[in-house]
Structures are given as structure tokens and as C-alpha cells.
């Protein structure tokens, strides 16, 4: 039951999608919409040979919710570096080791980071040690904390 459902949860969501964006209800955007909605659900799951074994879904408004805290706040401390700039901002590379081993956790991470402003992600090695760009590196040890503890340990939970 839990596979039937997690085979047709794309192609519902494409089809809503459809729906949405042509702000029509109508018998012939449906029908279409469904026959490219059941159609592309099939072409795309024949380009993932790995398939994601989500466990604890629970936890994922929570990430959720603290990644939104964190961008907010990042967005905020970013604006004050443009609007007011300082002398001893400090811009670097910090190489952060990383435990979670699952490619979907660590695209989950790499958007995370990605997303909130300040932060780029450069290179994941095959080794798991991740490098990140911060626009204002006062202390590693803090940013290592914010990324294992904040999102790797939540990541891990639902994806390993």
C-alpha cells in the first residue's frame, strides 16, 4: 500500500501542478494534465537508479521550520554587511567533516546551505569532508556546530 502510493505521489503532484499554473479546471487540462503527469512520473523514475528510503517524515517540519529561522536571520545579518560594511569582515573556506553518508541527505544539506544567503557550497568529497564559502567567517568551530548539529544530525535521522 505505502509503495503504491509513494509510486503515484509524484505524478498527483504533477498533475495539481498543472492544474495550478494553467488556473484551469476544464475536462481537456485535466486530461492532459494526467496523461503528462502519469507519463513523466515514468520518464523521470527510469533516470533515478537510487531510490530514497525516507524513515522519520515527522521530523522534517521541524528542519523544516529551522532552516526558515535560519534564512530570515541570515538574510538579515547579510543586508547589514551590504548596508554598513566593516573593516574586519571576513570572508572564507571552511572544510566541515561530515557523517551522513545517503546522496538525498546530502542534497537536503547542500540546498540548505545553498539557500540561505552567506553561505555557498563548493565541492562534497568522496571522503564525506564538505567546504563551504561563508561571507563572514568569524568562527569555524560555530559553523562546523550550525551544520552538524542543526541539520546533519536531523538529515541523517530521516535519510539513514
Known sequence: ?????????????????????????SAGQMLLGLALAL???????????????PRRFWLLPGLFCKV???????N???AKLIWVPR?????????????????????????ILTYTPGTVLVDIAEGGDMTLHVLDLQNEQEWIDL???????????VFE
Open 147 to 157: 551544520v552538524k548539529n542543526r541539520y546533519e544530525r536531523t538529515l541523517k535521522e
Open 68 to 74: 526558515v529561522v535560519d534564512i530570515v536571520h541570515s
Open 76 to 78: 538579515w545579518s547579510v
Open 1 to 25: 500500500m505505502r509503495d503504491s502510493f509513494l509510486k503515484m505521489l509524484l505524478p498527483l503532484c504533477m498533475f495539481v501542478l498543472w492544474l495550478l499554473l494553467n488556473q484551469s479546471a
Open 87 to 111: 573593516a574586519e569582515m571576513a570572508p572564507g573556506f571552511i572544510t566541515i567533516p561530515l557523517e551522513m553518508r545517503d546522496p538525498h541527505g546530502l542534497a537536503f544539506l547542500a540546498c
Open 39 to 53: 507519463w513523466l512520473g515514468w520518464a523521470s523514475s527510469r533516470l533515478r537508479p537510487l531510490r530514497a528510503k
